[in-house]
């Protein structure tokens, strides 16, 4: 059974007349009887009762129409996503992100792209920077938003975003209200920071910002993400360093507040893997930007 079969069938059973038949498929008449005994012959059943007046379904012919119809929408349908997914427009879109990607307009961005592009899916997968770098490995996910860490050939890194850092404080600390903090101010104060084994890269960059203001931090808590550092900041367990993006869970019982000096800053790299096809990938990254890049300073 071939689809140009069923859509000579449909046209017959539809118009009830070869004549008619044949001129909306642009054939000739014989030439669409021939094919149409042609088909009934293979089904092996009787599609439509002829006389030298009138064209009728049979019972099997009833049913096939139906059954046709449906089959070549579904055939156009595939050609139209097939279509769509060679310029981007279809398909799904597995994307890692750290925490911190939630402040920085990727919710937004799924709501909006799936709005306006009906046919694509996005799935999110929160993951750290390593089970980002296993999962594009193991085709697992095709994109990723991660800090900094140690990247294989196969994994192509490109900074998507940069932000300063602020010292995250509770509302009624002492220095809650000054317009920039000297790092060196809160040299006395207990930190909270996440464990090196968590995020290396931060851990590893916020003591040696501390180190260069001229002491070592006292770190007293530890957190894994960045919601429960803001959380424990709220609860006057301690101060922090967390990226700008933290500013927008417009807390009410903390404050964020830039630094005077401030050699290090908080990037996100967006990862792919090396040599992919990037067509929905660079797609959503567009929309994505779009959302974010306008409340990065």
Same mark, same amino acid.
């Given at each position: 059974?071939?689809?140009?079969?069923?859509?000579?069938?449909?046209? /017959?059973?539809?118009?009830?007349?070869?004549?008619?038949?044949?001129?909306?498929?642009?054939?000739?008449?014989?030439?669409?009887?021939?094919?149409?005994?042609?088909?009934?012959?293979?089904?092996?059943?009787?599609?439509?009762?002829?006389?030298?007046?009138?064209?009728?379904l049979?019972?099997?012919g009833?049913?096939?129409?139906?059954?046709?119809?449906?089959?070549?929408?579904?055939?156009?349908?595939?050609?139209?996503?097939?279509?769509?997914?060679?310029? !981007?427009?279809?398909?799904?879109?597995?994307?890692?992100?750290?925490n911190?990607?939630l402040?920085? !307009?990727?919710?937004?961005?799924?709501q909006?792209?799936?709005?306006?592009?009906?046919?694509v899916?996005?799935?999110?997968?929160?993951?750290?920077?390593?089970?980002?770098?296993?999962?594009?490995?193991?085709?697992?996910?095709?994109?990723?938003?991660?800090?900094?860490?140690?990247?294989?050939?196969? /994994?192509?890194?490109q900074?998507?975003?940069?932000?300063?850092?602020?010292?995250c404080?509770?509302?009624?600390?002492?220095?809650?209200?000054?317009?920039?903090?000297?790092?060196?101010?809160?040299?006395?104060?207990?930190?909270?920071?996440?464990?090196?084994?968590?995020?290396?890269?931060?851990?590893?960059?916020?003591?040696?910002?501390?180190?260069?203001?001229?002491?070592?931090?006292?770190?007293?808590?530890?957190?894994?993400?960045?919601?429960?550092v803001?959380?424990? /900041?709220?609860?006057?367990?301690?101060v922090?360093? /967390?990226?700008?993006?933290?500013?927008?869970?417009?807390?009410?019982?903390?404050?964020?507040?830039?630094?005077?000096?401030?050699?290090?800053?908080?990037?996100?790299?967006?990862?792919?893997?090396?040599?992919?096809q990037?067509?929905?990938t660079?797609?959503?990254?567009?929309?994505?930007?779009?959302?974010?890049?306008?409340?990065?300073?």
């Amino acid at each position: 059974m071939e689809l140009r079969q069923l859509k000579y069938f449909v046209a /017959v059973a539809e118009e009830l007349h070869f004549g008619r038949a044949a001129r909306r498929l642009f054939i000739s008449q014989p030439a669409l009887s021939f094919d149409i005994r042609r088909f009934e012959e293979q089904l092996g059943v009787k599609l439509l009762e002829r006389s030298s007046k009138s064209v009728a379904l049979t019972n099997a012919g009833q049913v096939l129409l139906g059954e046709a119809r449906r089959l070549l929408q579904q055939a156009e349908d595939v050609a139209k996503v097939t279509l769509q997914s060679a310029h !981007g427009l279809a398909g799904r879109l597995r994307i890692g992100f750290v925490n911190s990607m939630l402040y920085r !307009g990727l919710p937004e961005a799924v709501q909006q792209f799936e709005a306006a592009h009906a046919s694509v899916e996005i799935v999110l997968k929160e993951m750290n920077t390593a089970e980002q770098v296993r999962a594009l490995q193991q085709l697992q996910i095709d994109l990723g938003f991660a800090h900094w860490g140690h990247f294989p050939a196969e /994994v192509a890194t490109q900074v998507w975003m940069s932000e300063a850092l602020l010292c995250c404080l509770p509302v009624h600390h002492k220095l809650a209200k000054r317009r920039r903090i000297d790092l060196r101010q809160l040299s006395h104060e207990p930190f909270i920071l996440f464990p090196r084994t968590v995020s290396p890269h931060y851990h590893d960059q916020i003591i040696a910002t501390c180190v260069e203001a001229g002491f070592s931090p006292q770190i007293r808590h530890e957190a894994r993400l960045w919601q429960t550092v803001v959380t424990m /900041v709220e609860f006057q367990m301690g101060v922090a360093l /967390v990226p700008q993006a933290l500013a927008r869970t417009q807390s009410q019982r903390a404050v964020f507040i830039p630094l005077e000096r401030n050699t290090f800053s908080s990037q996100i790299l967006r990862l792919t893997r090396a040599g992919s096809q990037l067509d929905l990938t660079e797609r959503f990254l567009a929309a994505l930007t779009n959302v974010a890049r306008p409340r990065a300073h």
